[in-house]
């Protein structure tokens, strides 16, 4: 049974950083693609960062490229982001998502999400 749990969320100044992981359990992580999603009181989901399995290749919005990095340890079956420089606009609930193929996570047509962890900017 596919997995996703996410922590590491909080409440944070504007400029600072947080590190997001997504722990992964019920499948082999080297052969999935994991995305990052995010959604805003009153907004749509919004696709934020996707990494696929070995070699990887990564996607990031325009709206973290730069800021956020997303990297995925396949011994830990974790996969992180990290978001520096953080905004009172990347105020979100956080979510990971997982698949076997890339442009299924990209896109959020998949069916395995984690629960979400909470990310708020504000001084």
């Known amino acids: 049974q596919v997995q996703l749990v996410e922590s590491g969320g909080g409440l944070v100044q504007p400029g600072e950083s947080l590190r997001l992981s997504c722990a992964t359990s019920g499948f082999t992580l080297d052969y999935y693609s994991i995305g990052w999603f995010r959604q805003a009181p009153g907004k749509g989901r919004e696709g934020v960062s996707c990494?696929?399995?070995?070699?990887?290749?990564?996607y990031y919005s325009d709206s973290v490229k730069g800021r956020f990095t997303i990297s995925r340890d396949n011994a830990k079956n974790t996969v992180y982001l990290q978001m520096n420089s953080l905004k009172p606009e990347d105020t979100a609930v956080y979510y990971c998502?997982?698949?076997?193929?890339?442009?299924?996570?990209?896109?959020?047509?998949?069916?395995?999400w984690g629960q979400g962890t909470q990310v708020t900017v504000s001084s």
């Open positions: 990494i696929s399995g070995s070699p990887a290749t990564t």
């Open positions: 998502a997982a698949d076997r193929i890339f442009h299924t996570v990209v896109t959020g047509n998949t069916d395995y």
